[in-house]
């Protein structure tokens, strides 16, 4: 079945970086556009990025250029960096999915912005 597991959360200062990475399985991954969502504390998930399977990639407004998706289908990962992190930027972390009309997600990892 379809799996996707994130990693690379974690807390950091205002203006550091980090590494997120979803690892996935169960699908073929190459055929399929992928994207990372966030949800913050009493806040709908919102859209970050995404990529798709052509690697045509769009960002969120708030994004500015501070974050970058990739993937790489030799391994089935998505990956996004993160940087230029503010405390607006705390959330959960989501891998998301999108195959035959149906969304799938991983866990999320947390990522909290603070001094």
């Known amino acids: 079945q379809v799996q996707l597991v994130e990693s690379g959360g974690g807390l950091v200062q205002p203006g550091g970086s980090l590494r997120l990475s979803c690892a996935a399985s169960?699908?073929?991954?190459?055929?399929?556009?992928m994207s990372w969502y966030r949800q913050a504390p009493g806040k709908e998930r919102e859209l970050v990025a995404s990529i798709s399977s052509r690697d045509i990639i769009n960002y969120a407004d708030f994004v500015k250029g501070r974050f970058a998706i990739s993937r790489d289908n030799a391994k089935k990962t998505v990956d996004l960096q993160l940087g230029g992190l503010k405390p607006e930027d705390t959330a959960v972390y989501y891998c998301n999915a999108r195959i035959t009309n149906q969304n799938y997600w991983g866990q999320g990892t947390q990522v909290t912005v603070s001094s």
């Open positions: 169960g699908f073929t991954f190459s055929l399929y556009g």
